[in-house]
């Protein structure tokens, strides 16, 4: 069982940067692949980027690349999204969630087997 809290959210004016934080619970932290997805008002949940265990590899949905960087660190079982040059569209609520799996694209929601409770993000215009 892993528990996940995320944390960083709030209102930026778009330009501006946030970090998101997720704090998992357990020592199998490092077994898990993270993903970061996000839900807008009045849309279904999207992806948004993911970390292999070791964090050697990371994979972005096309709408966030070249802005938006996963990291992790197993020591403090916490993974990171670092949200850069923010748009009014990036605005959502953002989950992290884990995959007990590392050996696929981690897409879907389905491919997820714990999931937090979510973070607000706003970014004005």
Known sequence: QVQLVESGGGLVQAGGSLRLSCAA???TFSSYAMGWFRQA???EREFV???SWSGRSTYYADS???R???SRDNAKNTVYLQMNSLKPEDT????CAADRSDYRLGVSEGEYDYWGQGTQVTVSS
Request: net charge positive.
């Open 25 to 27: 619970s357990g020592r």
């Open 64 to 66: 966030v690349k070249g």
């Open 41 to 43: 008002p009045g849309k």
């Open 49 to 51: 980027g993911r970390i």
């Open 68 to 70: 938006f960087t996963i």
């Open 92 to 95: 959502a609520v953002y989950y």
